[in-house]
């Protein structure tokens, strides 16, 4: 098993940015490909970001391309999500997972995932 503790979610005023942290315990998620998802009020979980298991490849939503950036620090079992220039629309829960399977260049829906962490963007 793979838990994942996410933080930096919070309140930011459109144009601002914020930084998501998600910590990987329990078995090893350096060898798995980590992303991030969000759900917004009334609608499905969508895509945000993913990065493979090695950190080379890194894949984004058309929606979050030149503003999000994720990362990894495989030394920490941690995967970030830098959000600048953020919109209203950006607003949802956030949440990591860690795909199930290893040595992945992308995640799949077969994830380990984390409880989410709240983003919301004011205008």
């Known amino acids: 098993q793979v838990q994942l503790v996410e933080s930096g979610g919070g309140l930011v005023q459109a144009g601002g940015s914020l930084r998501l942290s998600c910590a990987a315990s329990g078995r090893t998620a350096s060898n798995r490909a980590m992303g991030w998802f969000r759900q917004a009020p009334g609608k499905e979980r969508e895509f945000v970001a993913d990065?493979?298991?090695?950190?080379?490849?890194?894949y984004y939503a058309d929606s979050v391309k030149g503003r999000f950036t994720i990362s990894r620090d495989n030394a920490e079992n941690t995967v970030y999500l830098q959000m600048n220039s953020l919109k209203p629309e950006d607003t949802a829960v956030y949440f990591c997972?860690?795909?199930?399977?290893?040595?992945?260049?992308?995640?799949?829906?077969?994830?380990?995932w984390g409880q989410g962490t709240q983003v919301t963007v004011s205008s």
């Open positions: 997972a860690v795909d199930r399977d290893l040595y992945r260049q992308r995640v799949s829906q077969n994830n380990y």
């Open positions: 990065v493979s298991w090695k950190g080379y490849s890194t």
